[in-house]
């Protein structure tokens, strides 16, 4: 079964930047959408980005567009989310999400479509 790693997050100021990986092992990515979700305290847990293995569609949240970009690996394995810009606002636990490909995938990515999940990695945007 495939299991999900994140790593990279921290501490940072606000208008800087933090890179997370999401490692997977158990499985090829080759047949999953990965997807970026985010949970701050106090509020539900909510899509940030998405990507399909095969066709390289993207999706982002619109609180996010034109600051972070999600990305595929040269190892098959990999999937990143770069963050740049970043707002207080921004704070939150960062979870990787796998989802079997299907139809439409991407194109919507609620965290109840998505059956694997990583530990989450902390992301703390402050002054």
């Known amino acids: 079964q495939l299991q999900l790693v994140e790593s990279g997050g921290g501490l940072v100021q606000p208008g800087g930047s933090l890179r997370l990986s999401c490692a997977a092992s158990?499985?090829?990515?080759?047949?999953?959408?990965i997807a970026w979700f985010r949970q701050a305290p106090g509020k539900e847990r909510e899509g940030v980005s998405c990507?399909?293995?095969?066709?390289?569609?993207?999706n982002y949240a619109d609180s996010v567009k034109g600051r972070f970009t999600i990305s595929r690996g040269d190892a098959k394995n990999m999937v990143y989310l770069q963050m740049n810009s970043l707002k207080p606002e921004d704070t939150a636990v960062y979870y990787c999400?796998?989802?079997?490909?299907?139809?439409?995938?991407?194109?919507?990515?609620?965290?109840?479509?998505?059956?694997?999940w990583g530990q989450g990695t902390q992301v703390t945007v402050s002054s």
């Open positions: 990507i399909t293995s095969r066709s390289g569609r993207t």
């Open positions: 158990g499985d090829t990515l080759d047949y999953y959408a």
């Open positions: 999400a796998a989802q079997r490909l299907r139809p439409g995938s991407c194109g919507a990515f609620g965290a109840t479509d998505f059956g694997s």
